[in-house]
Every structure is written in structure tokens, then in C-alpha cells.
């Protein structure tokens, strides 16, 4: 049993790394040939999040999308938009960092920003 959740982690984790944009449930399970159930993917994917490893997008679809965390050696901060292709779907993390001004003394946790439109291949 253990073995196989050892598994699970590490399948999931490589189809993240290996991919340039963010995955839902469906694109994760679909890539993995249904050979994990929903319930797993979900609680790994859960888990990654805690362990500030992947970070979580709500799209514009209501889907929760995944991406790899590329620059969190230090801190868990996600102030970037993401771009969700209306034809292919795919959804990106966008480089630029957002500047959002809170009111002082109020700490920035989660920054849900999502543009959609048309990608180069779509548009
Ligand atoms: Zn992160
Ligand atoms: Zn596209
Ligand atoms: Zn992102």
C-alpha cells in the first residue's frame, strides 16, 4: 500500500515538471491513463501544495489547475496571472510579477489571477 502511494507521488510530480503549464484532475488523470484514481490524484495533488512544492489556479472554467513551482526556494508566494487558452485549454503561468497593493499591515497569501483568451498556437 505504501509503495504504491510512494508512487503515485512521484508520477504525478514528473507529469507536472515535465509540462510547461498548469494541469486539472482531468488532464493529470487522463495523461496517466486513468491507472489512478481521482481520489489519489487528489490527495496528492493536495499535498504538494502543502509541501510548497505546486502551487493551485482557480481558471476561469471553475477547474483548479497545478503547476509546478519554479521559483519557491524561499517563499511560497504566487503573484503571478495565468493564461487559460479558450480553444486548447491550456493553462500558463505568467512570468511578470503582479504588485498588488493591500492595505498596511495586511499579508498576501494567495493571488488567484486568471486572463483567458487565445494562445499564440490558437489565435
Ligand atoms: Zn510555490
Ligand atoms: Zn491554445
Ligand atoms: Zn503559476
Do not use: W
Request: hydrophobic letters at 35%; a positive charge; charged letters at 25%.
Amino acid at each position: 500500500m505504501k509503495r504504491r502511494n510512494t508512487n503515485s507521488k512521484v508520477e504525478v510530480l514528473s507529469l507536472l515538471k515535465s509540462s510547461n503549464c498548469a494541469l486539472s484532475h482531468d488532464m493529470i488523470q487522463e495523461k496517466l491513463s486513468g491507472s489512478m484514481d481521482r481520489a489519489t490524484i487528489y490527495r496528492v495533488l493536495n499535498r504538494f501544495c502543502e509541501d510548497k512544492i505546486v502551487h493551485k489556479v482557480v481558471g476561469d472554467d471553475g477547474k483548479q489547475y497545478f503547476a509546478f513551482c519554479i521559483n519557491c526556494a524561499e517563499k511560497h508566494k504566487h503573484n503571478h496571472f495565468h493564461f487559460r487558452c479558450m480553444k486548447c485549454g491550456k493553462v500558463e503561468c505568467l512570468g511578470n510579477e503582479v504588485k498588488v497593493a493591500l492595505p498596511h499591515g495586511y499579508v498576501l497569501n494567495n493571488f488567484n489571477g486568471i486572463v483567458s483568451g487565445y494562445c499564440s498556437e490558437c489565435a
